[in-house]
């Protein structure tokens, strides 16, 4: 099974923030999207789909820890992984879940030709694993060409 199975089977959109928005901002968009990480980009919306980084609450955790709480009003581009590990929708579940193993993430970027075209998390390969065990995923058919996915 690949990559973009899961993208495609996804109810839930990328949420991104911006790189000049605050961490307070960002954790408040977690919060209110009850997610623990958020994509960072340069400009968000329809304005691009490049990845500048990811910010997740183990970043903000230990940042916390180091700076206190005077890290609320630092720009997100202080805090976040630049450069994260990502994967591409024609990569298998396997190989994203060594990647997440061996780099000790719980959120993948999947990029396609350089662009953002959704992440996978832990809870998506948990999502797949009770449905193989339940019976319930669908039979996967190569697609014969995919490059859109919703978010």
Sequence with gaps: MKVEHILRTKESRVVA????????DAIRLMKAE???ALVVKDVCRTEGNTLAGVLSERDVVHALLERGGSLLSMPVSQLMTRQPVTCSPSDSV?????????????????LEDGHLVGVVSARDFT????????G???AVAE?????????
């Design 17 to 24: 923030v911006r790189t000049s928005a605050t961490v307070a």
């Design 34 to 36: 009850n997610i623990s």
């Design 94 to 110: 396997q190989q994203a879940l060594h990647l997440m193993e061996q780099h000790h993430i719980r959120h993948l970027p999947v």
């Design 127 to 134: 999502r797949l694993h009770l449905q193989e065990l339940e």
């Design 136 to 138: 319930t995923v669908a």
């Design 143 to 151: 697609p014969a060409a995919t490059s859109a996915y919703t978010h």
